[in-house]
């Protein structure tokens, strides 16, 4: 149904994990918010390996942030399998072996319960139709129809158009294929490092019934071979069904220095907020969408500066994102090394730093 007004409090281009979040937390607060999403429905087709740590997971990998459990309010009919260990597999394939309590997602129908949320929360939606172009007050639809809003939030992922247009800073894009297989996995998620997947890693994470399976690379560490060689020769490994095949692109820089630009804000993955140390995406452009939704309300009804955005989320995910941010340099350094290197890497005495780094703590201090 075409809606019948144009001028709104709040825009969010984009309805995913950060724009949904944002409009959720920022209806809440009182502000009229519409969401703009090109897809129709929102969160399909499948871009995901699906794996979000536990709640306590969370509370423990970033504890600055608050009230997880208001944040992550995963359904049951969102989640296909809950795992408690996971395995880092060196080229060798002698994994260190780690406790951690995972949920490996149906991310369609995660997807689709944060819509719900903010839908129920009060915000909006316009569906199936792209925004191709922001002028200050003004989004412009693909369809040149035209939408204004007091505030502008780009939630479009890693090619979001107003991080495109408006920013001038470029982010570490790392191609990934990824795979659903039907069969029988074993219980652990496994992450693999090594020439399997230069400068980045390959998952096989168990689901229901089978498991997600994906690889992504630096291209320039590839050495002249294709992701498709890389991803099928990882697949070939496991034996199962290939139920569906995807793709698409991590941000793996970290974040962008500035996330606000007079009356426009960035969030999730238009803003760089992965953790480049493990790929987490979800639960962070979550953490991120809920602060900018929460300032944003804040500024409409009593003017607090939109910058405040970026100061809580410096509070909340600063040390998190530094400690992530500095383990991926290390890791792409150490992952350049041969693949006898590595395996001498991953031994008894070296598995705590390995797991410090992979979970965004900082590898000096006891924290
Ligand atoms: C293959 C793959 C595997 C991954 N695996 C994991 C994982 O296992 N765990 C994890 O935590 N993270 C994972 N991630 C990262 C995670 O998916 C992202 O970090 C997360 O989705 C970011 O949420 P977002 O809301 O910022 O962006 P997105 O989820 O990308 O949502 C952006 C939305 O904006 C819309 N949009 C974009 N441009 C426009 C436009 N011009 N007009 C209108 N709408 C637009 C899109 O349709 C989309 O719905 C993976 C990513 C990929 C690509």
């Known amino acids: 149904m075409p809606l019948q007004r144009t001028d709104w409090d709040a825009i969010i281009i984009g309805g995913g994990p950060a724009g949904s979040t944002a409009a959720r937390y920022a209806a809440e607060g009182g502000a009229e918010v519409l969401v703009i999403d090109g897809r129709d429905p929102i969160g399909s087709?499948?871009?995901?390996?699906?794996?979000?740590?536990?709640?306590?997971?969370?509370?423990?990998?970033?504890?600055?942030?608050?009230?997880?459990?208001?944040?992550?309010?995963?359904?049951?009919?969102?989640?296909?399998?809950?795992?408690?260990?996971?395995?880092?597999?060196?080229?060798?394939?002698?994994?260190?072996?780690?406790?951690?309590?995972?949920l490996v997602l149906n991310r369609v129908a995660h997807d689709e319960d944060l819509v719900k949320l903010a839908l129920s929360s009060g915000a909006e939606y316009l569906v199936g139709t792209r925004v191709a172009e922001i002028d200050s007050n003004t989004v412009?639809?693909?369809?040149?129809?035209?939408?204004?809003?007091?505030?502008?939030?780009?939630?479009?992922?890693?090619?979001?158009?107003?991080?495109?247009?408006?920013?001038?800073?470029?982010?570490?894009?790392?191609p990934v294929k990824f795979v659903l297989m039907d069969?029988?996995?074993?219980?652990?998620?496994?992450?693999?490092?090594?020439?399997?997947?230069?400068?980045?890693?390959?998952?096989?994470?168990?689901?229901?019934?089978?498991?997600?399976?994906?690889?992504?690379?630096?291209?320039?560490?590839?050495?002249?071979?294709?992701?498709?060689r890389y991803s099928e020769?990882?697949?070939?490994?496991?034996?199962?069904?290939?139920?569906?095949?995807?793709?698409g692109s991590l941000p793996m820089s970290g974040t962008i220095p500035r996330f606000v630009k007079e009356n426009h804000l960035l969030v999730g993955d238009a803003a760089g907020m992965v953790l480049p140390s493990n790929g987490a995406g979800i639960t962070i452009a979550m953490i991120g969408g809920r602060i900018a939704g929460q300032v944003v309300a804040e500024h409409l009804s009593v003017k607090t500066p939109l910058e405040e955005y970026e100061a809580r989320w410096n509070i909340q995910m600063g040390k998190v994102m530094r400690n992530s941010k500095f383990a991926f340099k290390l890791g792409t350094l150490m992952f350049r090394s041969p693949d006898w290197f590595l395996n001498l890497m991953f031994n008894r005495l070296t598995k705590p730093f390995i797991w410090r780094a992979v979970t965004c703590k900082s590898l000096f201090s006891l924290r």
Not at 156 to 165: A, I, M, T
Not at 167 to 172: K, N
Not at 188 to 206: D, K, M, N, T
């Open 45 to 102: 087709p499948l871009q995901c390996g699906e794996l979000v740590p536990s709640n306590d997971e969370m509370r423990r990998l970033c504890p600055d942030v608050p009230d997880i459990d208001d944040l992550l309010r995963t359904s049951e009919h969102a989640i296909s399998l809950r795992t408690t260990e996971m395995h880092l597999v060196p080229p060798s394939g002698k994994s260190l072996r780690y406790p951690f309590e995972g």
């Open 140 to 174: 412009t639809l693909a369809d040149g129809s035209q939408f204004t809003a007091k505030v502008i939030i780009g939630a479009g992922g890693h090619n979001d158009p107003l991080r495109k247009s408006h920013w001038d800073v470029d982010s570490l894009n790392i």
């Open 183 to 228: 069969g029988v996995f074993s219980d652990a998620l496994e992450l693999h490092f090594g020439s399997v997947a230069p400068g980045g890693y390959a998952w096989a994470f168990p689901k229901q019934g089978g498991a997600n399976i994906g690889l992504g690379i630096q291209r320039r560490l590839a050495k002249g071979k294709s992701l498709n």
């Open 233 to 247: 020769e990882f697949f070939s490994r496991y034996e199962g069904k290939i139920s569906f095949r995807g793709a």
